[in-house]
T-cell receptor, first 113, second 111 residues
């Protein structure tokens, strides 16, 4: 049973465009929602994270939008750059289980020059 | 200094062999994890250790045995390797309820 579902599986955008990746979760006990970025041959690295007490968080070109009632959250990458080409994972965890992460399936983002 | 370091980065071995992957962290975190990333890049937690004690053991074959000699180290030993064990294994560490930091991964190929 996949507790965090992510879409799309792959995404191609042009340089300067907006990349949008969506995730939905099932467990209402989740209280921490990070996004991880992974480049080939590297481990995942935290990009941005949100807690359910806010509906949006922005850091530079990256924004998380969070909809608690719909149990959905999304990552928006503004002004996408070729260097953003990577695999992106949404994840969820709950404070009672420490930082144990349940990941989405991942999105392969390609930004064309 | 690398925050979370794993060795080796690549491991090619034959079916039936026993192998170990080592992980060390210098962040002073209490909790360490092993995650498995399959060929479709799906990441799934295998084990979690807090202060050298096992706190999570997902549905993983008992051929996999984690060992934590101290807070800074979490090793993964795999017995009787099978073709299906081929994957990338990531060590991670975190403070309780905070950001998780991942190692560079160990690509295990069983032939």
């Amino acid at each position: 049973q996949q507790q965090v579902k992510q879409s799309p599986q792959s995404l191609i955008v042009q340089k300067g465009g907006i990349s949008i990746i969506n995730c939905a979760y099932e467990n209402t006990a989740f209280d921490y929602f990070p996004w991880y970025q992974q480049f080939p041959g590297k481990g995942p690295a935290l990009l941005i994270a949100i807690r359910p007490d806010v509906s949006e968080k922005k850091e530079g070109r990256f924004t998380i939008s969070f909809n608690k009632s719909a149990k959905q959250f999304s990552l928006h990458i503004m002004d996408s750059q070729p260097g953003d080409s990577a695999t992106y994972f949404c994840a969820a965890s709950m404070i009672t289980s420490g930082s144990r992460l349940t990941f989405g399936e991942g999105t392969q983002l390609t930004v064309n020059p | 200094d690398t925050a979370v370091s794993q060795t080796p980065k690549y491991l090619v071995t034959q079916m039936g062999n026993d192998k170990s992957i080592k992980c060390e962290q210098n962040l002073g975190h209490d909790t360490m994890y092993w995650y498995k990333q399959d060929s479709k890049k799906f990441l799934k937690i295998m084990f979690s250790y807090n202060n050298k004690e096992l706190i999570i053991n997902e549905t993983v074959p008992n051929r996999f045995s984690p060992k934590s000699p101290d807070k800074a180290h979490l090793n993964l030993h795999i017995n009787s390797l099978e073709l299906g064990d081929s994957a990338v294994y990531f060590c991670a560490t975190a403070g309780w309820g905070t950001e998780a930091f991942f190692g560079q991964g160990t690509r295990l190929t069983v032939v």
